[in-house]
């Protein structure tokens, strides 16, 4: 079945180091989306690639860095300079434009201890 | 103001009642909506995409209102699975390109 496969599913990160969440879609889809949730508010666009080695930044890209290397594949990493990252991250991917809807991963849970 | 705005909740309705709950948006240039689903911890998933006409989906209705600038979803007959927190989506002009807006949702709770 085809779909968009999210690791770690929980992630614990200390203070000063830098983490990477991987996104994996097998769904041919161009588009690749990162996305923050926190709670009570909507999710928030961090970066987002509409096709390989091509990516753009999003609202809130400070503190974040992707790659978009393969088509099925746009992992991102949380450096230090993120102050606040304890949040709910959402991969999602489009066919191409946003006049489709989107499919999610399952999400990685970042948690800084 | 928000730009994508819901009544946070939570709705508390009975089984079988029906319930509808609407979003407004800032950009009346918008593009195209939607409604999301999202069960707690877990991802959202694409529910309906709302047409000017209108569109249903067996029990779920989803209208917009362009003059007024809002969107709404209806459920009927409402079931305990239908609880959940629903997202809508609008796609909205920012510089050159267009970009989905969040709202942060409204949560739903059926009871028994």
């Known amino acids: 079945d085809g779909g968009i496969t999210q690791s770690p599913k929980y992630l614990f990160r200390k203070e000063g180091q830098n983490v990477t969440l991987s996104c994996e879609q097998n769904l041919n889809h161009d588009a690749m989306y990162w996305y923050r949730q926190d709670p009570g508010q909507g999710l928030r666009l961090i970066y987002y690639?509409?096709?390989?080695?091509?990516?753009q930044k999003g609202d809130i890209a400070e503190g974040y860095s992707v790659s978009r290397e393969k088509k099925e594949s746009f992992p991102l990493t949380v450096t230090s300079a993120q102050k606040n990252p304890t949040a709910f991250y959402l991969c999602a991917s489009s066919i191409g434009g946003n006049n489709y809807g989107y499919t999610f991963g399952s999400g990685t849970r970042l948690t800084v201890v | 103001r928000k730009e994508v705005e819901q009544d946070p909740g939570p709705f508390n309705v009975p089984e079988g009642a029906t319930v509808a709950f609407n979003c407004t948006y800032s950009n009346s240039a918008s593009q195209s909506f939607f409604w999301y689903r999202q069960d707690c911890r877990k991802e959202p998933k694409l529910l309906m995409s709302v047409y000017s006409s209108g569109n249903e989906d067996g029990r779920f209705t989803a209208q917009l209102n362009r003059a007024s600038q809002y969107i709404s979803l209806l459920i009927r007959d409402s079931k305990l699975s239908d609880s959940a927190t629903y997202l809508c989506v609008v796609n909205m002009e920012r510089g050159s390109n267009y970009q989905l807006i969040w709202g942060a949702g409204t949560k739903l709770i059926i009871k028994p």
């Open positions: 690639s509409q096709i390989v080695n091509d990516f």
